[in-house]
């Protein structure tokens, strides 16, 4: 199968690969998407058991608001967004102190109130959180271009910048830690736990270990005017909606065609394919939109191959080793539930660590009237669960399965005979769903050294072959790897001397 040399292929189905296919053909190029699964939406898609859907991995979104990036996006594709509400609180966040929780309101003073108790003498780190996050988010909302590569990017940069983001610029290699540090609250342990815990959320570490710029965003993310979001229906409405809008204008999708190699002819990429019925195909195209992992290029360049340069392969050889992720998927009578019960709260319990809850909304569409699902996730190291044998691998697997009913029963007052269901995911099974390697979620962390202009680019040193994605900057979430996307699309059209601007 052949595609002409100004066609575009995007390998990836996903949050990332949805919006540049969408926005790509939506400006007239000629776009195929592949997806090595049999539907879209990677870590943001959803699965059916008997009458019950859950949201595979996210179960939040962010960007949604007037000026977010999906809304942008959609205005720019002339679609509505799925419809969505506004979560008040975000989050509850329990430290297991035996103190009370702490509500991540959406309402500003509601919230300076709430950190005030619970944090007494801390308002300056969070004055100065709030400054670096206006900087960013007036220099992210004019869609820069990060890293810099070449001059149409450095321009694009100048372009996005204003005074403010110059005067932020001297904490580019801060951590939160060294903020905290900065306004004498370091002592605060348990101010340092609640960060350590939230950032680990976003940007897969601690406060010493998230840069100052990005954190300081994602701790504000859920106040107002910006906010996290509930998708009615499920998580799936984002990526069937950016779906609608690719095959509306022309895109072509092919399921259950999976990318074993890339390599280079002149001008043209040439894509290896295996398809679900063990076919193997030839594509041909000008520019690749890949939004896999970057490791995987590793293994779809060989290394006998020149496409993928010595130093690019060092480098990517070298990147950090992201997380995994164990994911509890339950349901239950609505009514064996408290009374009140947050959609979203997280657990800091000893033996686990972290972990996320996610309840559904009666009415949103995961579970029948009267029932609901329960979602709970924490971080796993992907190494180990590769590494086991397979009777090693169910008895570890029943083992956390056990240990996460357990924190579950006990926050709910719960029998175990009283779940609906009940299964657990690993690092395997994301493997085999999204096809990233060891089943890692989320990108490359955003530390001091690989934030911003520190990280990789969307630009790589192959001609033709664009990143975009967790791993690419702003990083993780569906708002940062839809940020991603357009970053890369704006790149790739400049090529042609065109503009790809979206509306404010």
Known sequence: MYMTDESVIVVG??????????????????VMLLEAHTQTGGCAGTFSRGPYVFDVGATQVAGFENGGIHDRIFRHLHCSKPVAEVLDPACIVHLGEGQEPIHLWHDSLKWEAERRKHF??????WILCNQLHLSNWSFAGSDPILPIQNFWDFKQFLKSTRSVNFLTGVFTRSSIADLLWLCSCHHDQRLRKFLDYQLKLYSQGPSDKTAALYGATVLQMAQAPLGLWHLKGSMQKLSDQLLFCFLRDGGKLLLS???????????????????????????????????LPPQSLLE?????RTELPTNYRNR??????????IVFYGAILRSHLPSYCAGHFQLVVEELGSIFVSIS?????????????????????????SGYSRSEYLYRKDLILGKILKVLNAQFALESKKWLH?????????????????GIVGGLGQTPTTFGPFGLSSRTPMKGLWLCGDSIYPGEGTAGVSQSAVMACRQLMSEDGRELTLTK
């Open 13 to 30: 189905g996903g949050i990332a690969g949805l919006t540049a296919a969408a926005l790509l053909v939506h400006e007239g190029k000629e």
């Open 120 to 125: 007494p003498g801390s308002e300056l780190f």
């Open 257 to 291: 065609h999976k990318v074993v190699g890339l390599s280079k002819n002149t001008n043209t990429w040439q894509l290896k394919v295996n398809t679900q019925k063990k076919q193997s195909l030839d594509f041909h195209a000008k520019n690749i939109v890949f939004t």
């Open 300 to 304: 779809l360049i060989p290394n006998n």
């Open 316 to 325: 990517l050889e070298t990147l950090s080793q992201p997380s995994g992720a």
């Open 361 to 385: 909304f009666e009415g949103d569409g995961r579970a029948p009237s009267g029932h609901a699902t329960v979602i709970a996730s924490l971080f796993t190291d992907v190494t180990s669960w």
């Open 422 to 438: 009940k299964e657990l995911a690993t690092p395997r099974s994301f493997a085999r769903w999204t096809g990233r390697p060891q």
